[in-house]
């Protein structure tokens, strides 16, 4: 299964029977500690509504910089 910031773990997890839903940490150049973070926060407060409901909430969480936010968003 593809990669989807609300059903995706920090790794690799089985969604069906069958399927295997594509791991957050598994991004190349992706921080494990702040998927790890990202993962944790939804689980916490919800699905993330959209891409600005996403960054509001992970601003400032450690290991956020300008380059894992790039990765994310590609």
Do not use: C
């Not at 609300?6 to 791991?23: C, P």
């Not at 960054?55 to 936010?69: D, H």
Request: proline content about 3%.
């Amino acid at each position: 299964m593809p990669l989807d910031i609300n059903k995706s773990e920090d790794i690799f997890i089985e969604e069906d029977n069958n399927s295997i839903r594509y791991a957050l940490g598994a991004l190349k150049g992706s921080s494990s500690n702040l998927m790890q973070n990202i993962v944790k926060e939804r689980k916490l407060h919800g699905d993330y509504k959209d891409i600005f409901d996403f960054f509001s909430r992970i601003n400032g969480m450690p290991g956020l910089n300008s380059r894992q936010a790039e990765i994310l968003t590609l």
